[in-house]
């Protein structure tokens, strides 16, 4: 969707090779309960205008975030050292970097978004030293919102609507070449439909071939489900409201091919957003409300990896978690981020505006 409609010193570290191991407390356990946020220093917090929407939990060590005027930072050691591996012409050109999808702490992929060829696709194999521009958008009429990934080789980033129907690269080498998927199998879009780019989120993967596509801005939120890396879709409404260009589901998160989540509401600050949540069971076929949702507008989830029923949500007003598989969620901690993100290991980190940036640790 529009980036209208969406609202520095660093400490240096090699630039791909992890530090010693982080000595900070760890998260194991069935769940984040005596958790909190801890910020991290970046060079960025409090930075007006910088802002990080695009965020990539390698591990509890290793974390990569893309953001705006085309800035990516990495870290190796947990957070205490950061490099700034922005690629140059992302930054010369104020690029809006909203998702950044990483393999490890040397291969990543970032995406940043806009009209025509503001919409590009970059990529790093040596930690951010350097990058490469792997697609730039040739079409004035697509708008590119999201990336996600299967596995190292095979990944998709959605476009907005060209011709009615949501528009898809698609990439088989690592993000190295993409080509644009047939549309045969994808539903008509509705008036206004779009997807958010406002955590990287509204496009995600679970296992080698299904991947989910979050949509708000027309009557009707909606998720649309693949079960063959995007090539064929079916659509379900969401019980998240729509029927506003502000309002919709702005963030997927699914456990396996089955589970997930669904969160969004209204982005418009002091506007209500009473059901910010629903939940599926059967792979996005159809969605429940939560019973308890988050009280306020939520952009980014993630599911906790050593909680088999826990889940986070994070918004602008707040983090929210759940340990029911999003049936009730309760208030974590009050502070602004909008995106999350957590690796196999346990390392959940979070991001969001004015360079603000944390890791999840015991009190």
Not at 113 to 128: F, K, P, Q, V, Y
Request: charged share 25%.
């Amino acid at each position: 969707m529009c980036a209208a409609a969406l609202l520095v010193g660093v400490a240096v570290a090699p630039a791909w090779a992890d530090t010693p191991a982080d000595p900070s407390p760890a998260m194991p356990g069935p769940g984040p309960r005596g958790a909190g946020w801890a910020v991290k220093d970046t060079g960025q917090e409090g930075a007006e205008g910088v802002r990080f929407r695009g965020l990539a939990a390698v591990s509890r060590s290793t974390a990569w975030l893309a953001g705006s005027k085309g800035r990516v930072l990495r870290t190796g050691d947990g957070g205490r050292g950061w490099r700034d591996v922005s690629p140059p012409e992302a930054v010369a050109e104020g690029l809006e970097l909203r998702d950044i999808e990483a393999f490890d702490g040397r291969r990543a992929v970032a995406l940043s978004i806009g009209e025509g060829e503001a919409s590009r696709i970059l990529r790093t194999e040596d930690g951010g030293a350097t990058w490469t521009e792997t697609f730039r958008n040739p079409d004035p009429r697509a708008f590119y919102d999201c990336l996600t990934f299967f596995d190292s080789r095979h990944g998709l980033a959605v476009s907005d609507p060209v011709d009615g129907r949501f528009r898809l690269l698609a990439t088989d080498d690592g993000g190295r070449s993409w080509r644009v998927l047939p549309d045969a199998g994808m539903p008509p879009a509705l008036p206004g439909e779009a997807g958010f780019a406002a955590s990287g989120q509204c496009l995600t993967a679970a296992g080698p071939r299904d991947v989910w596509l979050a949509t708000g801005g027309g009557p009707t939120a909606r998720v649309l489900h693949s079960a063959d890396r995007g090539l064929t879709w079916r659509v379900a409404d969401s019980t998240v409201p729509g029927g506003d260009p502000a309002r919709g589901v702005f963030a997927l998160a699914f456990r396996d091919r089955t589970t997930g989540l669904a969160v969004g509401g209204d982005y418009r600050t002091g506007q209500a957003s009473p059901r910010a949540a629903a939940r599926s069971a059967d792979g996005g076929g159809s969605w429940t409300q939560a019973a308890t949702p988050p009280p306020a507008y939520r952009s980014g989830a993630a599911w906790y990896p050593y909680g088999h029923a826990t889940a986070l949500a994070v918004g602008p007003t707040g983090t929210d978690v759940t340990t029911d598989a999003g049936r009730t969620w309760r208030p974590l901690e009050t502070g602004s981020f909008d995106t999350v993100d957590c690796a196999a290991d346990g390392g959940c980190w979070a991001a969001g505006e004015k360079g603000r940036v944390a890791r999840l640790e015991r009190r």
